[in-house]
C-alpha cells in the first residue's frame, strides 16, 4: 500500500522529473551533494593556486597568463588577482560546501527517513530551494568571467571596499555586484530551505519518535536549520543595504570623506562601514555553526554506532546543541575586536564567547565517554568520525586564545586566525561530510565504498591537513600577516619562507589524496559490491530500509519507533544492537 | 504529510488521507492534521524570518539615525496618503476575518463576497503605496536623498514584496473558490494566508510609527 500522502508525487518515470527537477528528497540530497563536490573542487583549485603564488610570486606560469590575459600578464599573478581568489575560495567553500553538504545534502537525504517520513513535508520547496541555490552558484562563478573579473573583498564583503564600485580596484565592478546578487539568491535558498527542514522535523515524525528519541543527526539538523532561518534573512538585509549603496548611491555603509585611488567621493556621505561588519557577523558566527553543528551530529552518531555503546549522555548533548545554537547568536563582537569598540562591549563578547566552550566542552566530554570500554570498530567512517573530534578540539582551543580581545589585537590579522577557523570550520567540517559520505553511501547509492582506499585516503589527508595548519598557528605566532599576496621580500618574514614552503607542499599532497577518494567514489558507484540494508548494525530508522531506499522510503508500511536511537550492547538481548522499531528486550521506563 | 500549501497550489487537493501517519509525540495525530499543523509550523517560521529581515533593517535604521549629524538625516515629509492606504490595509484584514467567519457559519456566498472584497482592498493598498512614492518623486524625493528617504524606500520595498506573496495567496484562494473548489484541504490555505496578511497588516503599523515616531 503506498500511503496517500505520498501520493504528492508517485515515482516519477521521465528522466528530467526524476533526476533534475525531482521532488523526491533523496534525489534532492544527491544534486546538493554533488553541487557541493563540484564547488569544493573550485574552492580547492583557487586554494592551490593561492598556496603556489605566496612562495613563487615571480615565476611565471604560461597558463595563468591564458586564463588571466589582464591579471596574470605575463603568466605572473597581480596582488589584485590574488586577493580575488582568496574571496572566491573562502565564499564558495564557506557557502557553497559547508553550509550545503551537511545539511543540505545528507540532511535532505537521511533527515525524512531517520524520522519515519515519506518525504519532507514541502517537496516543490525543496526542489525550488536546489534549483535556487544552483542558480546562485553560476551567478557567483559568473563573476569570473566579467570585465574586471572576481571580486576582491574577501568572504566579509567589508564596505567601503564592497561598496564603492569599480574605481577600488579590479573586481569591484559587475563581479562584486554579482556576489552580492548570489549570496541574495543564496541566501532565499537557504530559507525555504531552513522552512522545510523545521516543519518536517516538527510535524513529520513518525509514530513514537518524540523529540528525545530522535537521532542525534536529527537535533543538529533542527539547530542548524533555525540558525540558518534567523542568521540569513539578516545576511539578505544587509545584502539590500549594501547593493543600494552600490547602486542606487545611498550611503548605509560608505562613510564621507573617502577619498579612494586619488579620486575624492563626494556622493556619500554619513554611512557606517561598522554597521556592516554587525549586519554581517550576526549571521557570520552562527554560520560557524551551521557548518559544524551537523558534523558533531554526523560524529554523535557514528562513534556511538563503531564503539558499539549509546552516546554517552544523550540529553546533555541535546541541550549542548541548543546552547550552542542559543549562544551562537551573542557572540558575533568577538569577529570585531578590531574595530575599536568599547573594551566594556569586547569583554562582554569575550565572556559569551567563553560560554560556548562549556557545551562544547561537554560535547567532546560525551564523545570520549562514548568511547570509552567500547569495542571500537576502525571503519573508515569511524576514522573520520575520530578525525572529526581530533580537529575540533584542535580548532576549538586556538579559539580560545581569539576570544581574549588582548590577544586578539595582536593575533587578528595574521596566519594564526587563517590555521584557528580552517581546522575548525573548515577541515573539522570536511571531515564531518566524509564520514558521513563513507557512512551513508551504501543507504544512498546501495553500494559499498572500499574500505582500503578509504583508510589510506583518511590517515594521509589527517596527516596532511595537520601539516597545512598547524604551521600557519606558527607563522602566525611570529607576526606573519594574512591576506598579503607576496611577503618574500619582507625582512622579518624572510626566516618564515620555508615554512611557507612546507605549507605549500602539504596542500599539493593533500590535494592530490583527494584522487583517492573521487577514484573510491566513482568506482563504487559504479562497481562496488552490493551493500544490505543495515550493513553497520545501526539502529536508526533508515537502516530499516533498503539500500537505496525505495521512492516512498518505507514501501508504505509505517514504522512505529519504540525507544531511542541508541541502544547497542542491551544486556539480555540477542544481537548487540536493537533497532528503534524493534521492542527492547527489558521495560525500558521510556 | 505533503500535503501542505505549496502541494495545494501545484496539483490540487491532496487524496484523502489515512490515519497512523505523522504526528511523533502527538502519538501519531493522523492524516490531515499533521499535513496541516506543517502548514501552519512553515508558515510561523517563514514569519520568523521576515521578522529578522525586518528587524536587520530597524537596528540599522536605529543606528544610521543615530550616528547622523543635523545636515546628514532629513526627516522626509511623507505624504498623507499613508494614511489611507493604512486605513485600507486595516480594512481588508477586518473584511478577510468576516469572510472567514462567514465560512464557518457555512455562508459560501458571503465567504466570496468578503475573500474578494479583501483581496480588492490588498491590491488598492499596493496601488497606495506605488502613489505614495510617486509623491514623494514629485517632491524631488529619491532613494539616495537622504537616509531618511532610504529607509523610507527601502522600508515600503521589502513590505509591499511581502504583500503580493500575500495577494497572490488571496487571488489563489479566491479563485478556488470562485470554481467552487473550496474543500476541506483549502481550509488550510485559508487560514495560512489569513494569518499571513494580518502578520503583515501589524508589520504595516510598526513601519508607520517608525516612519512618523523616529523618521
Redesign the interface.
Known sequence: MSSPAHAAHHAPHSFIRKYVFSLDHKVIGIQYYLLGLFSVLIGMSLSLLMRFHMVNPNVSVAWLGKLWPTAAAGGVMTPELYLSLMTMHGTIMVFFVLTTVPQSGFGNFILPIQIGAEDMAFPVLNMMSFWTTFLALVVMVAAFFVQGGAPLAGWTAYPPLSGAGPLTGPGEGLGQTLWIVSIAIFCGASLMGAINFIATIVDLRCKGMSLMRMPLTCWTWLVTAILGLLGFAVLLAAGVLLILDRQAGTSFFLPAGMLINDHIIANHKGGSPLLWQHLFWFFGHPEVYIAILPGMGVASQLLSTFSRKPVFGYKAMVYAILSIGFLGFLVWGHHMFMSGMNPYSAMAFATLTMCIGVPSAIKTFNWIGTLWGGKIHFTTAMLFALGFVSLFVTGGVSGIFLGQPALDLYFHDTYFVVGHFHMIMGVAAIFGMFAGTFFWFPKMFGRMMNETLGKIHFYLTFIGVYCIFTPMHMVGIAGNPRRYADFTNVEYLAKLIPVHQFMTHAAYFTAAVQLIFLVNLAWSWRKGPKAPANPWNCTTLEWTVPSPPPHDNFNGVHPVVLHGAYEYSVPGAPRDFIMQTEPLPVPSGD | ???????DI??GP?????T??????H??AA?RG??R???F??LF??L??????????T??FV??RG???MD??VSVHYPPILFLNTAILLASSFVLDLSRRALKAGDRSKFNFCWSAATALGVLFLAGQAAAWYQLKQTGVF??TN?AS?FFY?FTA?HAFHLIGGVAALVYVDVQALRLRLGPAKRTAIDVTAIFWHFLDGLWLFLMVLFYVWG
Open positions: 504529510m505533503s500535503a501542505s500549501l505549496t502541494h501545484l496539483h491532496p487524496p484523502p488521507i489515512d497512523g501517519w505523522g504526528g511523533g509525540d502519538g501519531g492524516g499533521a499535513s499543523a506543517a502548514s509550523t512553515g517560521v517563514l520568523a524570518a521576515s521578522t529578522m529581515a525586518f528587524a536587520a533593517f537596528s540599522a543606528v544610521r550616528l547622523s549629524d546628514d538625516w532613494i539616495a537616509p532610504s527601502v521589502a
